[in-house]
């Protein structure tokens, strides 16, 4: 299966701050998506960006599919940020995922 | 979107026995997932669940401990059997992406084994 990279494994910020998670793959994809698991453990979708950039709010995207890598943007960093964020790619039908990212928003 | 329905969300289970977690779609859907995530672990897959045949099983999940179950195309069931307390984790449905929404995933059993 495709290998994907997320960076770094956690991150501290204070509430205001701006942050950028990564995420490599190791092949070609037709499907990336970033998720945030919340601390109940759910799985919120944020965006489905197999390539291009996409904005939702404080949240952007950045798929550059040519050099296989993802990058995610927080800006203006709230409380509510905090938890796990995940890449998920595929080139057929399976997700695979990433490490994650945990993201501690401090007040 | 699709809206997938998923219960129990929690349960504390006795080792040895067996649970059986439930998927609901609001709409019909070729492919459902079934994800094991350990804690402090990422997701890994378990098996792909079709509709009208058996479902397709990763490395290192087998039948007999993770049966599954696609009478429609709408629902799917998951049972964890037999187990121990390294079955305690946090087991996801999904399904495939409709258009520009990508995969999306229940709201998971988190399940404890005692």
């Known amino acids: 299966g495709i290998q994907v990279e997320q960076s770094p494994p956690d991150l501290i910020l204070q509430e205001g701050a701006n942050s950028t998670l990564r995420c490599n793959f190791s092949?070609?994809?037709?499907?990336l998506q970033w998720f945030h698991q919340n601390p109940w453990g759910q799985l919120i979708n944020l965006f489905y960006i197999p390539s291009g950039t996409k904005q939702n709010g404080r949240l952007s995207a950045t798929t550059v599919a040519t050099e296989r890598y993802s990058l995610l943007y927080i800006s203006s960093s709230q409380t509510t940020d905090s938890g796990v964020y995940f890449c998920a790619v595929t080139n057929d039908y399976k997700l695979s995922f990433g490490a994650g990212t945990t993201v501690t928003v401090r007040a | 979107s699709a809206v997938i329905s998923q219960k129990p969300s929690r349960d504390i289970c006795q080792r040895g026995t067996s649970l059986t977690i439930q998927c609901q779609v609001d709409s019909q859907v070729t492919m459902m997932f079934w994800y094991r995530q350990q804690p402090g672990q990422s997701l890994t897959l378990i098996a792909t669940?079709?509709?009208?045949?058996?479902?397709?099983?990763e490395s290192g999940f087998v039948i007999d401990k993770f049966p599954i179950s696609r009478p429609n195309l709408t629902f799917s069931t998951l049972t964890v059997s037999n187990m121990s307390p390294e079955d305690s984790s946090i087991y996801l449905c999904?399904?495939?992406?409709?258009?520009?929404?990508?995969?999306?995933f229940g709201s998971g059993t988190r399940l404890t084994v005692v």
């Open positions: 999904s399904v495939t992406g409709q258009g520009a929404y990508g995969y999306t």
């Open positions: 092949d070609s994809v037709n499907n």
């Open positions: 669940a079709n509709q009208g045949s058996e479902a397709t099983y």
